[in-house]
């Protein structure tokens, strides 16, 4: 099936050209952060986590909302979503392998990260992390693939795939609620130190997952002969709206928590994030647009008119898309090291290597998509006009 990936219009060649471009100035810049060492990064001793961990935790979120769509079609036989759970699953093989690229980045050197395999320490969460992140992986290529063989064969997927199917599913949640842990289980850290951040990140997840596959149904529909149908893409809005006032009520119980319990270490940094603490205030803007968006965003798609409409569903999932971006990498992740454990601050700046490392991480990930989406797209749609 691979080879249907090799022919495509002008219009996808130029994408692909665009994409290898972009990787190819990120290698550049990861071979000179490779020899120069982590100092060509904006990380520090107090901001040891930068925006490659930023990018990985927003990640693991839109990797584990595939569940949204795999739990609907093969758990309660919602077959609304037939069209489109292959597509979720795709998305997850993308972020899972960005994450891990991420995390490559952030090592600095590689093959730091075969310490995990040669030395592993299950009493660490890392390890755990590292089983997931690549069972995950495994899990969305296997069933994926086989699921789209059977399909092109017009046949039923064999059997022995369903047991896979339903692991998936608690996989999913398993790969957001590590990451979490992997912040609420440092004490030193007292804006991280709750116990909703699993359930937080979770809903996050659920929100800008299926926002995100929003955006590529409607972005298919436009380009190919493929569409999706309006009523798949009506339930992904539905999740998205209720997975996202979720995610705006556990930030409210973060409010509540710092402000009226007048926790010190939740407070300096919400003051820090939403209005600027000791003349600091890099973050600020980015945290109320992050607000702004995301409430803009589930107000159109809660309007009748607004949700029905193609052009402005693509504002909305984009909108809310970001407003997590920023929310859950940049203010989840910088936030957490405001003020530092001397009760000082020290702020991130993004250098330019790691900027176009990071685009370069995304065009990677994007390329995949594009492939897996343009063999899974031919795939049903020789399947219809047989």
């Given at each position: ?51 490659y961990i930023s990018q ?21 036989n919602f077959k609304v ?115 909703i951040l699993a359930p ?187």
């Amino acid at each position: 099936m691979i080879e249907k990936a090799f022919v495509g219009d002008k219009r996808y060649w130029v994408w692909i050209s665009i994409l290898l471009g972009t990787i190819t100035v990120g290698v550049c810049c990861y071979l000179y952060q490779y020899s120069y060492g982590l100092g060509a990064t904006g990380m520090s001793r107090d901001v040891s986590w930068g925006i490659y961990i930023s990018q990985f935790t927003f990640l693991v979120g839109v990797a584990a909302s595939a569940v949204m769509l795999v739990l609907p079609y093969y758990i309660h036989n919602f077959k609304v979503f037939g069209r489109i759970t292959i597509l979720g699953e795709f998305v997850a093989i993308s972020a899972v392998t960005m994450c891990l690229l991420f995390i490559m980045a952030d090592l600095g050197q590689p093959i730091r990260g075969l310490n995990v395999i040669f030395h592993p320490t299950p009493g660490s969460i890392l390890f755990w992390d590292m089983i997931v992140l690549n069972g995950y992986l495994f899990l969305n290529l296997l069933v994926g693939w086989w699921v789209l063989t059977a399909e092109q064969k017009q046949v039923a997927p064999p059997k022995w795939i369903k047991p896979f199917i339903y692991l998936s599913i608690p996989w999913a949640v398993s790969i957001h609620t590590v990451t979490a842990f992997l912040y609420c289980g440092l004490p030193g850290r007292h804006f991280w130190l709750t116990a909703i951040l699993a359930p937080r990140f979770l809903a996050s997840a659920f929100c800008a997952g299926p926002a995100l596959l929003i955006f590529l149904c409607i972005l298919i529909r436009r380009f190919t002969k493929f569409d999706a149908g309006d009523v798949a893409i009506q339930k992904l809005v539905s999740i998205v709206i209720y997975a996202g006032l979720i995610n705006f009520f556990f930030v409210g119980l973060e409010l509540f928590v710092g402000y009226y319990s007048n926790m010190p270490g939740h407070i300096h940094t919400l003051e820090y994030l939403f209005f600027g603490l000791d003349g600091y205030s890099k973050l600020v803007p980015w945290m109320r647009a992050s607000v702004v968006m995301g409430m803009f965003a589930l107000t159109l798609f809660a309007i009748p008119k607004t949700r029905h409409d193609e052009r402005w569903l693509i504002v909305s999932s984009v909108l809310i898309f970001f407003s997590l971006w920023i929310d859950k990498g940049l203010g989840l992740v910088l936030g957490g090291f405001v003020p530092n454990m001397t009760e000082g601050i020290t702020e991130y700046y993004v250098t330019l290597p790691e900027i176009f490392i990071t685009l370069g991480i995304w065009s990677i990930g994007a390329l995949i998509l594009t492939v897996l989406y343009k063999v899974a797209i031919s795939v049903k749609l020789t399947k219809e006009e047989t």
